[in-house]
């Protein structure tokens, strides 16, 4: 008998005639009330879950008596209650690698945006608001040559630093859980404690993971090390940052403008004061959406969930504490 999957993510054909050639699948097509109203009914079957976005607690999981896996197409597993996986030895993945470039693509995008206020400035002409040359209240900074600092040296943070200090002669400095010789190497980066980096880099890039060690890393104190002309840049999640903090921050010019991917609450209310402030840029979490990338991450968490169903060690394996075969 086929294994039953409930899929909570749009697949391209191919992928989706796979899984279907595989397993029984139930589709939940958005994870609106409707949607979270079929997930619970179809819990009780799965063996397998497939998607994105939603969040998996114990409640859930114990709908699920059958589950063996949950393949996320995220590298983020922040949504995830992963002792209680572990505990239950339901094996988690993610969709590492695939996005990095991609991501770090995104990172750069809100560097420039923010460095030469590319939205402000395109909505001014946007708005009929180019009568004639631009002057110096309109100009931006430069990116090149400015010190790059990467909170969270991971594979993103790597991509970031490449860009940086191949593509824009970017002095890189960097903070992480541990310094990393063959990044210094590689990028001449140097190695940083948390408050060092935030008083002495140009643009503070955080490419960090969500955990209970790194949430609300960033609030007021961090801020106040921060340097007037500096630029922050989020694209880890909004939780590591405390996002009135940087509000304040914002309003009282310790720091000079901020790109944003990630909010404390996604979507972002459109009422936030961030988006009454010229100097955000607010992206709504596209860190990796691209058509290349998203359909990369979903093949990849495919093809976990095929070999974890399979009974064999998926590649991506997060909880490797469930792995007992
Ligand atoms: C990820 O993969 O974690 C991205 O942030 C999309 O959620």
């Given at each position: ?22 397993t ?22 799965a ?12 409640g ?32 988690l ?10 991501t ?108 209970a ?29 405390d996002e ?24 972002l ?5 961030l ?13 990796s ?37």
């Amino acid at each position: 008998m086929k294994k039953q999957v409930v899929l909570y993510k749009k697949l391209s054909s191919p992928l989706m005639a796979r899984l279907q050639e595989q397993t029984e699948v139930t589709v939940i097509d958005s994870l609106d009330a409707e949607g979270l109203a079929r997930l619970r009914d179809a819990l009780p079957r799965a063996h397998g879950l497939l998607g994105a976005s939603l969040k998996l607690d114990a409640g859930l999981l114990d709908l699920a008596p059958n589950l063996e896996a949950v393949a996320s197409v995220s590298v983020g597993v922040d949504n995830y209650d992963i002792d209680y996986l572990t505990e239950r030895r339901i094996l988690l993945t993610n969709t590492p690698d695939v996005l990095t470039e991609t991501t770090a693509d995104t990172g750069f995008a809100l560097i420039l945006a923010t460095a030469r206020r590319v939205v402000e400035l395109a909505n001014l002409v946007r708005t009929g608001g180019w009568q004639r040359n631009i002057g110096p209240a309109h100009f931006g900074i430069d990116v090149h040559g400015k010190t790059l600092g990467i909170i969270g040296m991971g594979r993103i943070g790597e991509a970031l630093a490449q860009r940086g200090h191949f593509g824009f002669g970017m002095p890189v400095i960097y903070h992480s859980h541990s310094p990393k010789p063959a990044v210094e190497q590689r990028f001449d980066a140097q190695y940083r404690s948390l408050n060092d980096l935030l008083q002495q880099a140009d643009f503070i890039c955080l490419t960090l993971p969500l955990t209970a060690q790194t949430e609300g890393l960033i609030g007021t104190d961090e801020f106040a090390l921060m340097r007037p002309e500096s630029i922050f840049i989020n694209i880890s999640r909004g939780k590591v940052v405390d996002e009135t903090a940087l509000i304040d921050a914002l309003r009282r010019g310790q720091i000079r403008a901020a790109g944003l991917d990630v909010f404390e609450r996604e979507p972002l209310n459109p009422d936030s004061p961030l988006l009454q402030l010229s100097n955000v840029v607010a992206t709504p979490h596209i860190g990796s959406a691209t058509h290349e990338t998203r359909e990369a991450m979903a093949r990849c968490a495919l093809d976990n969930l095929l070999a974890a169903l399979a009974g064999e060690r998926p590649a991506n394996l997060v909880n490797t504490g469930a792995w007992k075969r």
